[in-house]
């Protein structure tokens, strides 16, 4: 019978299970697996070719390559044979200049463009404007500047023949240095490590989240439960309702309500000018201000999550207890302060995990305000990952990089989670009480 019941039990959960696998374990084997690669808008996800370009040559002596075969590598010959014919026929090349090209120049090469330039016009059959003549070599250039080899040993081989002797160590260089593909790396924890921004957003990321945790998600939070629990009834409903609102009100018109309110032509603008006060964009006229609403934004969404989690669990305590102590003459502060609180301990410790997670990969609602403006002055970790990742203005997404700044995120959150567990000393929590009843 147990067997029987396990197995339903299992089959009942087997969607839960598999959604759980598909939208939150794979997503993070995934950017677990993304953060070792180089990969990028530019490198693209499925592999990539080996190309020599001219930016690559001016790269190649920082990377130890010697300048004659820099200059090797960037040599254009030009080749009268069966093949350039061809190509020349088919770029649709007068048909008698080409003949008369195969009947003259067949199986001449020319070391540079003037030369063979000076061959052209020699013949009768030529074009008369520079321009189509200069068409005309194009089929016949022999190069492997900006051509694509599908393979290692095509672009092996191809280096060679026009550098021949070249030396291994250089070789390898240069078709590690040509490959557009992306490749298994660790230079993305490099470059973090390395970044002269890194340490701006940590502490930006920091100051953020502590703040708004402490004096929204939490102080805010609490004084609400408490405030809407001493309120009647109804009253109290009234006022959760509200509070909600931040909460329930879609993130995309909240924010655009908070740009109302707050931009150089907002409400809070044209009130100060007529107090007299600065008026300008408070969203992103100043790092103080802006700060302020960024805080702001995110705080009174999370100040009703932590209303309704600390409300839930002041109602839950015994009314006897408050009972007894109004007989013994106990004020409001003293109630709250002797036996609200110490019963809150666990919810205390649910918000500020929760909340703290949140608050570290939380970027939507900076993005849809202030987007980490002033400059970067209000850009936190999660933001910069997104933007790195997904979104910039250079349109060169680093998929990689940013793979890699949220692996750093999941490895900093699951540490403060540990330390919220054996702070608030969740063994004891959980523990069977010592009184049984």
């Not at 790092?287 to 600390?310: E, H, L, R």
């Not at 666990?346 to 403006?373: C, D, H, K, M, R």
């Not at 403060?416 to 069977?432: G, K, P, S, T």
Request: proline share 4%; aromatic share 12%; no cysteine.
């Amino acid at each position: 019978m147990r067997s029987r019941t396990s197995r339903l039990g299992l089959l009942m959960i087997s969607p839960a299970l598999l959604l759980l696998a598909v939208f939150f374990f794979a997503p993070a084997v995934l950017t677990g697996v993304f953060s070792f690669t180089n990969m990028s808008s530019s490198t693209g996800i499925t592999g990539g070719a080996w190309v020599i370009t001219p930016n690559l040559l001016k790269l190649l002596p920082d990377r130890g390559v010697d300048a004659s075969t820099i200059e090797a590598l960037g040599v254009e010959s030009y080749s009268v044979d069966e093949a350039g014919l061809a190509a020349a026929r088919a770029a649709g090349v007068d048909e008698a200049f080409v003949d008369e090209i195969e009947a003259r120049l067949a199986g001449r090469n020319y070391a540079t463009d003037s030369d063979f330039l000076s061959a052209l016009k020699d013949l009768g059959s030529r074009p008369r404007r520079i321009r189509d003549l200069k068409l005309a070599m194009e089929p016949f250039t022999r190069s492997i500047l900006n051509v694509r080899f599908p393979g290692k040993a095509e672009a092996r081989t191809a280096i060679e023949a026009v550098a021949p002797g070249i030396d291994e160590t250089q070789l390898n260089t240069i078709l590690a240095e040509s490959y557009t593909g992306w490749v298994w790396t660790t230079d993305n924890f490099r470059t973090i490590a390395s970044s002269a921004k890194t340490w701006r957003i940590i502490l930006n990321t920091v100051f953020y989240v502590a703040t708004t945790l402490t004096l929204f998600h939490l102080l805010l939070g609490l004084f609400l439960a408490v405030t809407t629990f001493y309120l009647p009834k109804k009253l109290g409903a009234v006022f959760t309702v509200i509070w909600l609102l931040p909460r329930l009100t879609p993130v995309v018109l909240y924010a655009i309500m908070w740009k109302w309110f707050t931009w150089d032509d907002g409400f809070l603008a044209i009130l100060a000018a007529e107090l007299g006060l600065p008026s300008f964009n408070y969203m992103k006229g100043s790092v103080p201000t802006a700060w302020t609403i960024v805080i702001a934004v995110n705080g009174f969404i999370g100040a009703s999550f932590g209303m309704i989690i600390f409300s839930g669990a002041i109602r839950a305590i015994p009314m006897q207890q408050l009972w007894a102590s109004e007989v013994d003459g106990a004020s409001r502060w003293q109630q709250v302060r002797y036996i609200i609180l110490p019963q809150l301990r666990w919810p205390i410790l649910f918000v500020t995990s929760y909340q703290t997670l949140s608050l570290l990969t939380s970027y939507a609602e900076i993005w849809l305000t202030t987007n980490g403006g002033p400059g970067n002055t209000t850009t936190v970790w999660a933001l910069d990952a997104f933007q790195t990742a997904l979104l910039n203005y250079s349109g060169s997404l680093q998929y990689g990089l940013g793979a890699a700044m949220a692996l750093v995120l999941v490895a900093i959150g699951l540490m403060l989670a540990i330390v919220y567990l054996r702070l608030f000393r969740f063994d004891e929590l959980v523990a069977r009480p010592k009184i049984e009843f």
